[in-house]
T-cell receptor, first 115, second 111 residues
Framework: DTGVSQNPRHKITKRGQNVTFRCDPI?????LYWYRQTLGQGPEFLTY????????KSRLLSDRFSAERPKGSFSTLEIQRTEQGDSAMYLC?????????????FGPGTRLTVL | DAKTTQPTSMDCAEGRAANLPCNHS???????VYWYRQIHSQGPQYIIH???NNETNEMASLIITEDRKSSTLILPHATLRDTAVYYC????????????FGQGTRLTINP
């Protein structure tokens, strides 16, 4: 399967714990996006990387959230001191940025439940 | 990015054409109309996009009005697997652009 993969698919944690999610983009894609989706809502943008550089962050990304993309390949999203409001689906997408095309391909998501 | 307005939900009979409308009256000249869909418990899936001409691919057709203020996504022969939330998104195509999702239209295909 050459699509975007995300691990784990589900994560249950207790309030106050730290969690880390991983996203493996399509291999030749240089752009990587993170989105968050709560129940009944459309996905909301969190942050974006071009290669290893994090170029944009939403104000939704509080200081408890950090994302990295070392070497411009896979990416990790860490949430420190989780809160119940962090419960959501975390989606990763990648794209091959050229002069005109930036269709984003999404992974299956990681569903986080904070108890 | 321009805001879009879509009906909250729609129903369609299996085998019939599903026509999903989208209003984007504030769209600007360099903005494209994109459609994604999200099947339950999966990530969004790209369907099609267009600027001003009608577009067709293996999944769907996109009809954009001449004034570009609205568009319609057409699934020509809907199947049960087309049941999903469909998102109409307006964005500039050039460069990296985050997708701004609205509430979308929940399309239910009935047998």
């Amino acid at each position: 399967d050459t699509g975007v993969s995300q691990n784990p698919r589900h994560k249950i944690t207790k309030r106050g714990q730290n969690v880390t999610f991983r996203c493996d983009p399509i291999s030749e894609h240089n752009r990587l996006y993170w989105y968050r989706q709560t129940l009944g809502q459309g996905p909301e943008f969190l942050t974006y990387f071009q290669n290893e550089a994090q170029l944009e962050k939403s104000r939704l990304l509080s200081d408890r959230f950090s994302a990295e993309r070392p070497k411009g390949s896979f990416s990790t999203l860490e949430i420190q001191r989780t809160e119940q409001g962090d419960s959501a689906m975390y989606l990763c997408a990648s794209s091959f940025g050229t002069s005109g095309s930036d269709e984003q391909f999404f992974g299956p998501g990681t569903r986080l439940t904070v108890l | 990015d321009a805001k879009t307005t879509q009906p909250t939900s729609m129903d369609c009979a299996e085998g019939r054409a599903a026509n999903l409308p989208c209003n984007h009256s504030t769209i600007s000249g360099n903005e494209y109309v994109y459609w994604y869909r999200q099947i339950h418990s999966q990530g969004p899936q790209y369907i099609i996009h267009g600027l001003k001409n009608n577009e067709t691919n293996e999944m769907a057709s996109l009809i954009i009005t001449e004034d570009r203020k609205s568009s319609t996504l057409i699934l020509p022969h809907a199947t049960l697997r087309d049941t999903a939330v469909y998102y109409c998104i307006v964005r500039r195509r050039q460069g990296a652009q985050k997708l701004v999702f609205g509430q979308g239209t929940r399309l239910t295909i009935n047998p």
